[in-house]
C-alpha cells in the first residue's frame, strides 16, 4: 500500500478538491450550486476564515479531502476541533486515507492545544462508522436543528 501523506488545502488544489467535494456532496444528496462551491473554497483560501481544508494524497494524486474549523467549548473552559467534511473517492476506498486525515487532525488538535476532535456522521453511512468506531468514541449526544426564525 502506497503511503498517504495529508497536508493543508492549497491555490492549486482547487480542481481536485471540487471533484471530491462533488463526491461528498453526491453521497449526501447535495445539489452542486457553484455559489456554495465558490464561497467554500473562498473561506478554505482565506487564512482569516474559521474553516480549514486537508487533502489526501496517494502518490501525488489528491483522493480525500477533510474541512475542519476550531471551536469553543465553554464547559470546559478549552477548545476543539470540528470536523465538518470527511471524503474519500471510491477508487481510494481502502487507502487510509480517511484514517490518515482522522490522524493528521489529531496532530492539529495537539499542536493547537485543543481537547477534542468532533464530527458527526449519518446513522446510516456504515462505511464511515466502521472506520470512525475504531479510532474514535461515540458520543451519546443527540443532534438537533433549528432553524432560523421567520422575519
Do not use: C
Amino acid at each position: 500500500m502506497s503511503p498517504v501523506l495529508v497536508r493543508a488545502a492549497a491555490p492549486s488544489d482547487r480542481a481536485a478538491w471540487e471533484r471530491l467535494y462533488r463526491g461528498y456532496r453526491d453521497f449526501y444528496g447535495k445539489p452542486h450550486d457553484p455559489a456554495v462551491f465558490e464561497t467554500v473554497w473562498g473561506w478554505l483560501m482565506d487564512p482569516a476564515h474559521e474553516s480549514r481544508g486537508l487533502i489526501a494524497e496517494v502518490r501525488g494524486e489528491p483522493v480525500g479531502i477533510g474541512h475542519f474549523r476550531r471551536f469553543s467549548r465553554p464547559i470546559d473552559g478549552a477548545h476543539g476541533l470540528y470536523l465538518d467534511d470527511l471524503f474519500t473517492a471510491a477508487e481510494a476506498r481502502g487507502t487510509g486515507a480517511g484514517s490518515a486525515i482522522l490522524q493528521r487532525l489529531a496532530e492539529i488538535a495537539a499542536e493547537e492545544g485543543a481537547t477534542m476532535v468532533r464530527w458527526i456522521t449519518a446513522e446510516s453511512n456504515a462505511t464511515a462508522r466502521s472506520l470512525y468506531d475504531g479510532v474514535a468514541t461515540q458520543t451519546p449526544w443527540v443532534t438537533y436543528d433549528l432553524a432560523p426564525a421567520q422575519r
